[in-house]
């Protein structure tokens, strides 16, 4: 081939592209001595057919990136293939991945952390993207740990400077409530059981909706709320049927996992919406209960902002009003830790007072009291003395002692098993 | 007011301690302390509250904080804040030079003009009503009555939980409470930490585990890391003088111990502080509004974590208004991350 190498014996340029049994040489066309045997080719198939390839799938990139980095490449494809993703998506979590790989911290990281990368790469794309997935999916899908994962997720954000947006709760509900297998009869859903994926959906987009307004989301992870705000829209959509099943059964039937707090967050569902039914004329008469209150979920969501207004306040004008009501009622509490616990108080007087909107953690009473420090008159600099420090030096008798009986402990053990 | 004093000097005390008491029920008043230079000394910032034998005894001392306020810039306080707060705050400082001064002469003397005095008056009052339950005794907080003690079972450190008023201004009242210094310092000298293991009753020394020897001290109750090289790292102080005397003791162990440990390059390396701001906030707002410094992610841990630039401070902020604040290497950052992050969370105090 012209411009290129020269001949080793005779040093002439003129070398040939010549095959010998279909293996193409450099021949020098002068002396005849075979300069290469093999060309390399730039592409994994057969050269006879010359088909044009991706850049990545050629042997091209083998050469400047790392066979580590080539496999967690290879393993961002395949995971977003499994997750069904678009196109545009495997090629900026590619992009991320590359982009990591060049901080040595990332390069020098142990394999279980390059594996987990590779999770936090989709992730990242897909939360950019409002594509609902969630952490505990991707960790189920690696086979990773949580913790490790979110070691790996925070130091991938700050080093690579990401915005990463919220998960965004409604686009989960959507896709986890189709991920219930409740929308056909079948060998373990009883036709009383089965129910509209529309109806279904959008009951829960309500429930959800309250829940978030009602301090039950913030701080919490989205899935259990979701679980019981799915279980309460269908329950309520057919009570007369459904009342007698219970969460676990409603999710073993639905083939999906029951998150542990869902229980709870369950309860506190229930609990606000019943403050709300509170708030109804119709519904003061029942005395409804936590089970006779789905019943009626249907009503309440219907008009749940005006029953959120009227069931609950929050901020200081009604702490002013409850305090000026304790003034009058005698100053006898003496100072409530928290003003909520005072207001409890006073609710049992008058039953119908509004109880506060806040956060769970906020409405259960303090476990301990936290004590005021005292003042301290530490200077840093005071006499140290010298009894202070024998009281924990060991005496030489007390020193014999615990060699002894270290000595003693080490034998027992080298011994295990004495005759 | 008491009756007429012929000397000026007798009838202003009195007139300091109403003003006291007033800005004692006035959750305004702790604002100052965290935003001095750290030209005062450090363990000022924890006001004890007062035992009715000493403000009976003498109504000067109704504060046992020694807070000198002598070099308060107040230029940093935001411009909503009120003139009858700027002049309440004005007042509560002098008079605080008052009550520590001991030393000092009374030439920081408040003229106090009666206007100021209506000022204070109206606005003390309007908050007393407020927590006027919390004091049973102070029916009328308005009036001064130099004999009866003030219900300072009010200690104002954050920790203890208030009723929330609304405040009347921009600055929190709430001081960061430190919980843990983490200080290093160097013996100077190579350790057998076998040796100390084994003469010092504090100590564990697990060499499979850990190459360093545990040690810990009753008072201050701390915990700390001895590596064989000499270097040491104090750990669970609250406060930094706290940290370096227990510091030095653990130099001290070190010295009985037959070891000719120095104690050089003292260093805090960390602080960490908390408090509470006693409203819930969203989160969920919070993120999106300040996206550049938050990360959210209620998946992985429930609170919010907030880089802040100005001080370099992380703080954690949860749901129920607790701030843990972190990564300061002096109190002064704590307290003024603390009081930059408090207006950005009060626009998240409604729902």
Redesign the interface.
Known sequence: MPGGGRCPDCGSAELVEDSHYSQSQLVCSDCGCVVTEGVLTTTFSEESNLREITYSRSTGENEQVSRSQQRGLRRVRDLCRVLQLPGTFEETAITYYQQAYRHSGIRTARLQKKEVLVGCCVLITCRQHNWPLTMGTICTLLYADLDVFSGAYMQIVKLLGLDVPSLCLTDLVKTYCSSFRLFRTSPSVPAKYVEDKDQMLSRTLQLVELASETWLVTGRHPLPVITAATFLAWQSLRPSDRLTCSLARFCKMANVDLPYPAASRLQELVAILLRMAGQLAWLQVLKLDKRSVVKHIGDLLQHRHLLLRMAFQDGSSEMETEKKEQQRQGQGRGEEEVGHSALDLSKGKRPASPALLLPPCMLKPPKRTCPTPPVSTVTGDENISDSEIEQYLRTPQEVRDFQRAQAASQAAQSVPNPP | MKGTRADPMEGAPYLEFYLDRCAAQDDLVPALSPLLSPVVPY?VY????PSPDTISESHLEVK??SSDFSSVDLSFLPDELTQENRDHIAIKSQHEIEDNGKTQNHQNKLPLPSEQNGEVGLHSSSLS??Y???H?GAADSAQPSAEKPTTD???L?A????????PASECSGIVP?LQNIVSTVNLACKLDLKKIA?????AEYNPKRFAAVI?R?R??RTTSLIFSSGKMVCTGA????????AA??YA??VQ??GFPAKFLDFKIQNMVGSCDVRF?I???GL??TH??FS?????????LIYRMVKPRIVLLI????KVVLTGAKERSEIYEAFENIYPILKGF???
């Open positions: 363990d924890m006001p004890d509250p046992d904080t009503n407020s006027a339950h919390l049973p079972a009010l200690p450190v920790m203890t939980p208030m009723t929330p008023v609304t409470q084994l003469h010092a009753k504090n040690m001290i008072e201050p609250k406060s930094e003088e706290q940290s370096r005397l030095r003791k001290r162990v009985k111990l819930s969203r989160l969920e993120v999106l996206q550049q990360s959210y992610e209620p998946e992985l841990f429930p609170g949860f749901v129920s208004g105090k409604k729902a």
